[in-house]
C-alpha cells in the first residue's frame, strides 16, 4: 500500500488533474541519468503489478512487477548508454494539489532487462528486485526458523528484507524442497503466512 494525502487522493480523482514524473536511472556503466516528464513519451510510464497470478488466487503468491518507460530519444540522447544490467533507481509520479505543490508518489525500485530503440524512441523493460530471487538456493542448514531462512535468502540474492516480523516466522524448517528457487521459498514463507510477497515502493520486500 502507497501511503498519500488526503488532497492527493483528491486530486487524482479530479476530471482536471495534473501530473508529472521523473525518474533516476543508474545505467550498467556511466553517470546516473536524471529524467524529468519531457524525456517521457507519452503514455511512456506503464506499471504491471499483481498480487496472485491472472485470472486465479493464489496464497503465498511471489509476482514479479514490470516496469516499461518509452523515452524521448527525437535526439539519439540514449543511442549507446549501456542501460542494460543497471538499474531504475527512483521513479516517481507527481501529483499537483490544490496549493500547487506537487506530492510524489514512488513506484519502486528496477532492474533493466533490456532496450529497444525504434524510431525517436527507447524502450526500457526492466523488473522489480523479486526478480533476483529466481535462483538457486544458498546451502542453508536445518533446521532453521522460517524468518531466518528467508532473511538468507534476500542476503544470497542481494534483495533487502523489509525486517518486519509475520505470522509464523518461528516455524522451524526441517528440510528444505529439492530444485526450489530463492523466489519458491520465499513464496512457500508467504503462504505459511497466509499472504503474498511483494516488493515495496522503497525496494523492499515484505510479506
Known amino acids: 500500500m502507497v501511503n498519500i494525502s488526503k488532497a492527493c487522493f483528491d486530486a487524482l480523482f479530479?476530471?482536471?488533474r495534473e501530473m508529472t514524473a521523473r525518474a533516476s536511472i543508474s545505467p550498467a556503466s556511466g553517470s546516473v541519468i536524471s529524467l524529468a516528464a519531457a524525456d517521457f513519451k507519452q503514455g511512456g510510464i506503464r506499471l504491471s503489478e499483481a498480487t496472485s497470478t491472472s485470472g486465479s488466487f493464489d496464497l503465498g503468491a511471489a509476482v514479479i512487477s514490470k516496469l516499461t518507460l518509452t523515452?524521448?530519444?527525437s535526439d539519439g540522447r540514449f543511442n549507446g548508454v549501456n542501460f542494460i544490467g543497471g538499474q531504475v533507481s527512483s521513479i516517481q509520479i507527481g501529483v499537483t494539489l490544490p496549493n500547487n505543490a506537487t506530492e510524489w508518489i514512488p513506484l519502486g525500485m528496477f532492474d533493466i532487462d533490456s532496450v529497444k530503440y525504434s524510431g525517436t524512441a527507447a524502450e526500457i523493460v526492466a523488473y522489480d528486485y523479486l526478480s533476483r530471487a529466481d535462483k538457486a538456493l544458498p546451502a542453508v542448514s536445518c533446521p532453521v526458523t522460517l524468518g531466518n531462512l528467508v532473511r538468507t535468502v534476500c542476503t544470497?540474492?542481494?534483495v533487502i528484507w523489509s525486517?518486519?516480523?509475520?505470522?509464523n516466522d518461528d516455524y522451524q524448517v526441517e528440510k528444505l524442497p529439492d530444485?526450489?528457487?530463492c523466489r519458491d521459498v520465499i513464496s512457500y514463507a508467504a503462504a505459511l503466512a497466509g499472504c503474498y510477497a511483494r516488493m515495496s515502493r522503497d525496494g523492499k520486500l515484505s510479506l
Open 156 to 158: 544470497h540474492c542481494g
Open 179 to 181: 530444485h526450489a528457487t
Open 71 to 73: 523515452l524521448n530519444n
Open 14 to 16: 479530479s476530471p482536471t
Open 163 to 167: 525486517g518486519q516480523s509475520f505470522l
